[in-house]
């Protein structure tokens, strides 16, 4: 029985990924300003853990890393909402099946109240 993340295409895929995903967060205005200043190099890291992680890949963040990593920021849940419709529009472009979409969706909200600090 295949994983999500190898269904998914494992490590290849959280590549093709990366880059659409990055340039739909930058180009949405309810969330590009958290990312102004972000060193680019770090972000293409960010991105790909981020990805691994919610295709339910090797994980290497907790919650608690998620927590303090965004504790900065003040994220609400429309900052929440706006990246999994930005990754479940990635993830259509790529060709990946609706129901592996929602999976992936309810990972992303598995984590929520860590990310928002609650
Ligand atoms: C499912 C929800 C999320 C997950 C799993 C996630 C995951 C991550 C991970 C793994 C990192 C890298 C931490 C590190 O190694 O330093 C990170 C950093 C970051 N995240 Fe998230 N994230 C989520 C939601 C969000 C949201 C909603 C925003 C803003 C709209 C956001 C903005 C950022 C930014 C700007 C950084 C870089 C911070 C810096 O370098 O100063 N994240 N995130």
């Known amino acids: 029985m295949s994983t999500l993340y190898e269904r998914i295409g494992g490590e290849k895929a959280v590549d093709a990924a990366v880059d659409i995903f990055y340039r739909k967060i930058l180009s949405d205005d309810r969330i590009s300003e958290f990312f102004d200043g972000v060193d680019m190099a770090a972000q293409a890291q960010k991105q790909k853990a981020f990805l691994t992680m919610v295709f339910g890949g090797p994980n290497k963040y907790s919650g608690k890393d998620l927590r303090e990593g965004h504790k900065h920021m003040k ?39 860590d990310v928002l600090n609650r």
């Open 75 to 113: 994220l609400n849940d429309v900052h929440l909402d706006a990246v999994i419709e930005n990754l479940g529009a990635t993830l259509q472009e790529l060709g990946v099946a609706e129901a592996d979409i929602a999976e992936i969706a309810g990972i992303a909200n598995s984590v929520r109240d």
